[in-house]
């Protein structure tokens, strides 16, 4: 089918101020995107360690150069980022807290929570930083 | 019978698939990795840090294997699904639009099967 694209439109994105809950939606999947990417960052660790001993401590060694350790942190902070929203969605798949006030006290909490799982990654201490 | 309308015959493209299966495996998987990602975390802080063998021993640890196993098959499904969407929001015309999310998906199986792959490797020399 033929998509008319010279349709007019009116300024949106541009002009638009996100409410909280916004940015964290479009972070959501901003984030889901790159962890998908990261996953292929997975695949080559673990086949370093498949291929023995030498390969793996290459893999140490490059990861463990610091322009690695942000992609790794970033990967992780992602993560839980993605989960804490994600379990989020899945209160709202249940039909509830949809409400004006309890949007923002959410939005609150899983920042809180996603930032407290990363310092508790990063005290827990197998990263070394 | 026929229940298919005049547009959707005339675009070819067959009926609405799967239908719900797509967001329901999305949430199956999500809650699925909600504990597994514990694995993930913990693999991700040995293999940056400790000693060859000690991965390696961690790894062949049955309940181990078989998270991190559970784990590889949830997050590539995920990000299969996940990626399909952002497609089919971003992506208007249909032709760029299917060979896309089928380029994605083949990766990712790819992905997964390299993913796995390696895991059985370190559990056979393990």
Sequence with gaps: MAINTNRPTSPHLQVYSLPLTGIISITHRITGVMLSAGLILFVCIISALAGGAESYDTMQTVLNQWPFKLVGWGFIYALFFHLCHGVRHLIWDTGSSFEAETLNRYAMIELAASVALTLMTFIWGHYGL | ?126
Aim: hydrophobic share 55%; proline share 4%.
């Design chain 2, 1 to 126: 019978m026929d229940y298919r309308t005049p547009l959707s015959r005339a675009k070819g493209l067959g009926s609405a698939k799967s239908g719900t299966g797509h967001w329901w495996m999305q949430r199956v998987t999500s809650v699925a990795m909600v504990p597994l990602s514990f694995w993930l975390i913990k693999f991700l802080g040995l293999s940056l840090t400790a000693p060859y063998q000690q991965t390696v021993d961690w790894l062949t640890s049955p309940i181990n294997t078989i998270c991190v196993i559970a784990w590889i098959i949830a997050v590539f499904y995920h990000a299969a699904l996940g990626l399909q969407v952002v497609i089919e929001d971003y992506v208007a015309a249909e032709g760029p639009k299917i060979i896309s999310i089928w380029a994605v998906n083949l990766a990712f199986l790819f992905l997964a099967m390299a993913a796995l792959l390696a895991v059985f490797r370190i559990v056979s020399i393990g």
